[in-house]
């Protein structure tokens, strides 16, 4: 006898779950809503291929995950760090890399990095050292 059919991986029965667990969240995540209803997130990023409605879905979760990681990482409520990693995970950079062609068809590769925390804490100190000195 055939098992009976379980909303399990009913798209539409997943796109009211994720959308309940986007508005009822502060910082959605996208593999939380999985493992909170027993859902293989493979499978569902599979689903979303074909299925436009669900892609949409997940990048309304991945949007909002963004803007909150964003608000909280600048005011202080997330971990800097850690906001700093899920935003790179999210496409983020914190570099920037420009390529130029010169004439001889030769690509050109300036990257520039930005400070990291250790390094800005760094020349706060120098900064603070040498308007101390001023001062004397």
């Known amino acids: 006898m055939a098992r ?3 909303p399990k991986y ?3 029965f997943i796109l009211d779950t994720m959308e309940d ?4 969240t502060e910082l ?3 593999k939380d809503v999985c493992v909170k209803n ?3 997130s493979d499978y569902i990023y599979q689903l979303s291929v074909n299925n436009e409605e669900l892609s949409r879905c997940i990048k309304k979760l991945s949007d909002k995950k963004e803007v909150e990681l964003e608000r909280g990482g600048l005011t202080g409520k997330y971990n800097k760090t850690m906001a700093v990693f899920s935003l790179k995970q999210l496409g983020w950079k914190d570099k920037i890399e420009l ?3 010169n004439s001889n068809d030769n690509a050109i590769k300036i990257e520039m990095v930005a400070p990291s925390e250790e390094d800005v804490e760094r ?3 120098i900064k603070e050292q040498l308007f101390k000195n001023d001062k004397n």
Do not use: G
């Open 21 to 24: 667990y986007i508005e009822s």
């Open 4 to 6: 009976p059919k379980s």
């Open 123 to 125: 020349i706060k100190r």
């Open 10 to 12: 009913e798209i539409d």
């Open 99 to 101: 390529e130029q062609t």
């Open 38 to 40: 027993n859902w293989c």
């Open 28 to 30: 959605p995540i996208f």
